[in-house]
């Protein structure tokens, strides 16, 4: 329809309902039976700004511009939240009691934030990023720092704020600012101009955040505070969340969130959630984290906590539809004939108990000890397929940041991983007996706030590596449980569906996942393992000491078939999959069996840049 097509039918549409348009009369309609009883209905008046009954709002009506461009909000612009409200927790000491004390430094965390300056271009997606002054601060406490978000994902972030609780001076003003950028002479969109601003401690303070502000004059003093060295701790770079390139990028301006530069379960840092900016590849000054001073543990979930929590958040893993190889419990596995061996008497093995108490302890991964399937090839091919009905997960809860978030590592044991599959360019080839081990640990990890119990992310683990996915971009199911889709025989965790490549270019091992009928829901059926700042809470069962390996070395020659894939290539894609074949770890071709879960580095450890 065009525009003059469209007018007339606009015009045909008010008259029927007693409208009058230009050049036109009521006279010149030829039913004056229809007119007679349209004038026995209510009048309908055209009233500007009207909301009233039987009235029309003319300042709401418009005529469409079919040639305007519609605007596509960018994610930033939606507030994540989860999609179930929090529940009430049951009671405890400290947990989501909103407040976290740091030893005299009380902390909170807002997550209510005013626009201060937004680009873009540039950044993750080149989509930009917004810069915000945090909001709605509880009284008597300050501000620490700004924060800033790539605009590539909903606004889901937080960043603390202090107050001195004993009034012994753990916040003091700054002594000045700063110029640490802005953004005159940067040459993309942008919303106005920004300035990023460095604070300047007084002597025995640190700075842990920036300002940022849209005028070139210095902020107020008291517009922010420096913290006390010894409520400090050092941080490191981590989420890139802005930069415009270097050949448009005045002094190479680049902004990371930050986190502590120690991590672990005794490691007291705490990320402030403000943001770094850095030019040339530094800041003018290091900013700091936060200190859990006094290793307060009060805020930790206890064991109802703990119980509701992965009530409300446990995962939901989904399998692929070809899936052979399915979880068990551990004591399913020991119960159906899994065997232990000995180095040096390798024709004797011995059945293992139900809980594993016949294990050896203490000696470290030494190679002196391997468990195995049962002997008999049926029962061993049985075993493989694992037992979903009796899966179990098993929980590791631990401190995190301080204190201030809880990890629960979600540890599934299945007893065999399967084959692998590789893409070779166009070529998609399976692997033979690449990539098979007996016994296989995978975990996913959440990351719930201690401030008030909310899921803040889950780590997905991948073969030697991992990924954090926030909140704000997982898949969620039955209320706030994060979707989970673990790959074809290797049960790699990803948070989405699909193929990913595991390799460079064209040349990669496929983990190929898609959403089955077959899932297992975490929260049905789990065991805490170990939380050990709770004490003697929960007992260890026995076999999670058992330092060695789950599966043996496998005996057959890894070069015979990485050969037999490469028959099935042209010539010159042979010398490129033997290249990458070598590259990989010996946990991607599955020589080994696996360690458990008390061996891993993430035990003790974060996450992040730790094998699995």
């Known amino acids: 329809m065009n525009v003059k097509a469209f007018l007339c039918f606009v015009f045909l549409l008010l008259v029927p309902f007693g409208g009058t348009a230009a050049g036109s009369s009521t006279e010149n309609l030829e039913d004056k039976k229809h007119w007679s009883r349209l004038k026995e209905r209510p009048p309908l008046r055209f009233i500007q700004g009207s909301t009233m009954e039987n009235r029309i709002n003319v300042s709401s009506f418009s005529i469409p511009n079919p040639f305007k461009k519609k605007h596509k909000p960018l994610p930033i612009e939606t507030f994540f939240k989860l999609p179930s409200p929090l529940p009430s927790w049951p009671q405890g000491e400290g947990f989501a009691s909103g407040i976290i004390d740091l030893g005299g430094l009380q902390v909170c965390q807002v997550s209510t934030f005013s626009k201060v300056w937004a680009t873009h271009e540039g950044g993750p997606d080149n989509l930009g990023a917004t810069f915000f002054e945090p909001s709605s601060v509880p009284d008597g406490f300050s501000l620490l720092g700004f924060y800033s978000q790539s605009n590539n994902r909903p606004l889901s972030g937080w960043v603390l704020v202090g107050k001195d609780a004993k009034k012994e001076g753990a916040l003091k003003e700054p002594i000045d600012y700063t110029l640490v950028w802005s953004s005159e002479s ?16 007084p002597d025995g303070y640190k700075a842990v955040g920036h300002i940022v502000t849209s005028s070139p004059e210095k902020p107020a003093l008291d517009k922010i505070l420096c913290v006390r060295s010894d409520f400090t ?12 390139g270097n050949n448009i990028n005045p002094n190479n301006i680049n902004a990371y969130s930050t986190i502590p530069s120690v991590r672990g379960i005794q490691a007291m840092g705490i990320p402030t959630g403000t943001f770094i ?13 936060l200190k859990n001073a006094k290793a307060n543990k009060t805020a930790l979930p206890n064991s109802n906590q703990v119980k509701a929590l992965i009530q409300a958040y446990s995962p939901r893993i989904y399998f692929h539809p070809d899936e052979n190889y399915f979880p068990s419990s551990v004591t399913w596995f020991f119960e159906n004939g899994a065997l232990l061996y000995t180095k040096g008497q390798e024709s004797n093995p011995i059945a293992i108990n139900a809980t594993g108490s016949n294990l050896p302890y203490g000696g470290g991964n030494d190679g002196a000890y391997w468990i195995d399937l049962p002997i008999d090839d049926t029962e061993k091919e049985r075993v493989k397929k694992g037992d979903l009905q009796d899966a179990y997960v098993y929980l590791h809860v631990k401190p995190m940041y301080g204190a201030t978030f809880t990890d629960v590592a979600t540890w599934i044991f299945y007893p065999f991983n399967g084959p692998g599959k590789a893409k070779v360019e166009f070529f998609n080839v399976h692997l033979g007996k690449l990539g098979e081990h007996v016994g296989d640990w995978e975990h996913v990890t959440l990351r719930i706030s201690n401030f008030n119990g909310e899921l803040k992310g889950v780590y997905f683990s991948q073969h030697n590596k991992g990924v954090w996915v926030d909140a704000s971009e997982l898949e969620f199911e039955n209320g706030n449980k994060p979707v989970v889709y673990s790959s074809l025989h290797g049960h790699a965790s990803y948070p989405k569906p699909g193929q990913v490549l595991l390799g460079n270019g064209n040349i990669g091992i496929r983990d190929d996942t898609a959403k089955g009928k077959i899932l297992l829901d975490a929260g049905e059926k789990f065991s805490v393992v ?12 026995p076999w999670l000491n058992f330092a060695r390996k789950w599966g043996p070395k496998l005996s057959y020659k890894i070069e015979d078939e990485i050969k037999n894939v490469d028959k099935l290539l042209p010539g010159k894609l ?12 010996k946990e991607v071709l599955g020589e080994d069996g ?9 035990w003790l450890g974060d996450e992040i840049n730790l094998q699995n």
């Open 277 to 289: 900016a850095q030019t040339n590849g530094a800041a003018g000054s290091t900013l700091a984290c």
């Open 594 to 602: 696996p360690t458990g879960p008390k061996v891993k580095g993430n």
């Open 186 to 201: 940067l040459k993309i969109k942008q919303d106005g101009v920004g300035y990023i601003w460095l604070p300047t401690p």
């Open 574 to 585: 042979q010398t490129k999959f033997d290249n990458f074949m070598w590259s990989l770890p």
């Open 233 to 244: 701790d050092s941080s490191e770079n981590d989420a890139w969340i802005w930069g415009p």
């Open 530 to 541: 170990n939380a050990d700042y709770m004490g003697s809470v929960y007992e260890e069962p």
